[in-house]
Structures are given as C-alpha cells and as structure tokens.
C-alpha cells in the first residue's frame, strides 16, 4: 500500500453540526455551492473546489472556461465527459454526483474531490516506491480500463497525470474527456476527427520540450486514425508500464516532433537493456507486446492484460536476491 499524508482535516472530518443542520424548505439550485476555488486549469476547462452545501462535503466542480463557455461543441463534450464518467460505475473511475447549469446556462458537473499523488508524482519520486507498490496501480488501472471496453468506451488518454493513488488503497483513472464512444451500429460521432488530440496543440514547455501525452499515444493516435478503438489505451498502458520497469519512456526525443516519430518508428530496447534493476521477464513480455506499432498485434482485450498481470512475476525477484 502507498503512504500518503492525510487530506486537509477541513475535506474529511465529519461533525455533527454538519451532518444535523436544518436542510431549507425551498431548494434553490443556485445556492447550493460555495467557498469555490481553484485546482486546475485545463486547455478549456476549469476544475475547481467547492462546498456542497446540501450534503456538507466538499466535491470537485468541472465547466469550461470563460472563453469558451458559449462555445455549443465544447459544452456538449462537456455533457458528454460527464455522462460517460457517471455511466462507467467502477472502483477505479470517480463518482459524479450531478450535471447542471449555472445562473448563466453554462453546463457544470461534479465529482468527488480525490486527495493524493498522480502516477506521475509517484514516478519523479520513484526511489521511494518499490516495484510491487507500482504494479499494484497499474494492475487496478487495468481492471478499469477492461471494464471501460466491456461497456463500449476508449479512454484516449491514458498517462501517469491522469492516475491518482489516494491515501486508503484507492487507485482512480480521470479525464474522460478525450473518451471515444460508438452508436449501436458501430459508428462513431460525426465530429469525431475534431475531437481528437491536435498534434500542434500539445504543450511545449522549456526549449521546445514535449509535456507529458505524446510519450503515451498510440501511433494511430498520432495519425488520427478513424477507426481507433480500445487498442489505443492497451498501447497507452503499455507506455506507462515501460516507464515503471526502465524509468524511462518508451519514445525518445527532446522535441516534439522526435518524440512524435519515435512514436511511429522506433522500436524501443527492452526494459532490461536499459535499466540495472531487476526486471520480471512476464512484465517485459505483456509491456513490449502491448507497445507494437500495429493494433493487431497487440493484446487485443484488456482482459488478457489483466489476465497476465495477476499471475506471479515476482518469483522473479526473489530469485534475483539468492
């Protein structure tokens, strides 16, 4: 289990003049959130903290940024971030307690407030942890992930900032907002080329240097392919993994535009080759086969993954020792 320092005593204590204070006859909407501020800041979306008023708890509230809050498509992806993230009921994604509008018309939702450290906080840190304790987020991270096919959603983006171990055992997969869903002939959305990653839109920070997703896409990612499907998050995971195992990413290169054709054509070095700890040769296996340029010959279900991670390669390990 990860140790983590507990959440601020104001999110998590429970008091009784919290949990007996009168509710108001008269419900009004508009009221029931206060004492906002600020987490994030995303590329067109504003994550913030408030005080739920009518439940006494602080929860976490998402809508899009001023500049975009009248845009018609980025409030329906809105719409449909949250209603995917509410209709995938599953230990590992975060609860959504309500979609709305604000006194302007803007569409909200809420979600619990999760307290802990992203995969990638734990990865910068990772003397710290120890193989067994990665593993373990990865493992759940899976289970999520093959839930999520099985109900007919591709996450998209899948990278350590997106995964967040909290202090009690929990692991959470967020941001559905990039998630690909399909009508019930197979078809996808009709805007569905827009909604994709815009390679030119990546961040670059410091001298030109890639942030974060391009290390994690899928090469038909990168392409825009338009038949993707749930392979890309196999890919995606397998990136990460690679990253457990050697403390490096799979695709090299300072600049964008190095990592974006590493991505396409480089074949990475086993985890072995480029790192002096002890790697178990199952979980080389499951992440170089998962990191194939080509969908089909990849693992073709998140099920297999799981399948193969729940089986013992820390004997591995143990032998390493004697």
Not at 51 to 66: A, E, N
Not at 179 to 191: C, I, L, N, R
Not at 290 to 295: A, V, W
Request: hydrophobic share 35%; net charge negative; glycine share 6%.
């Amino acid at each position: 289990m990860l140790n983590f320092p507990e959440p601020p005593k104001e999110y998590s204590s429970v008091f009784l003049e919290e949990t007996d204070k009168p509710l108001p006859q008269k419900i009004d909407a508009n009221l029931r959130y206060a004492f906002f501020s600020t987490i994030a800041t995303g590329g067109k979306s504003l994550i913030k903290s408030c005080k739920d008023l009518h439940l006494s708890r602080f929860v976490c509230y998402k809508t899009l940024r001023p500049e975009f809050a009248d845009d018609e498509v980025e409030q329906q992806r809105l719409i449909r971030e949250a209603r995917v993230s509410a209709m995938l009921q599953h230990p590992n994604t975060i609860p959504t307690y309500e979609l709305g509008r604000d006194k302007k018309g803007n569409p909200y939702f809420t979600m619990k407030l999760v307290h802990g450290y992203t995969l990638r906080e734990i990865l910068d840190f990772r003397e710290r942890y120890d193989l067994t304790q990665m593993m373990e987020v990865i493992l759940q991270i899976a289970f999520c992930l093959a839930y999520a096919h099985k109900h007919g959603v591709a996450h998209r983006d899948i990278k350590p900032e997106n995964i967040v171990a909290g202090p009690y055992g929990e692991v959470l997969l967020l941001d559905w907002g990039l998630a690909k869903v399909w009508h019930p002939d197979g078809t996808g959305s009709e805007e569905e080329a827009s909604k994709a990653v815009e390679i030119a839109d990546i961040t670059l920070t410091g001298a030109g240097k890639a942030q974060g997703t391009p290390h994690y896409m899928s090469p038909e990612q990168i392409n825009q392919d338009p038949t993707i499907n749930h392979r890309t998050d196999i890919y995606s995971l397998g990136a990460i993994m690679y990253e457990v195992l050697s403390g490096k990413t799979p695709a090299k290169g300072e600049k964008l535009h190095h990592v974006i054709e590493s991505v396409l054509n480089d074949t990475p070095d086993k985890p072995s080759a480029i790192t002096s700890a002890r790697v178990p040769s199952l979980l080389e296996e499951i992440t170089m086969r998962s990191l194939e340029k080509e969908p089909a010959d990849r693992f073709q279900s998140m099920d297999d993954v799981v399948r193969l991670l729940q089986q013992d390669w820390k004997s591995d390990l143990v032998r390493s020792i004697y």
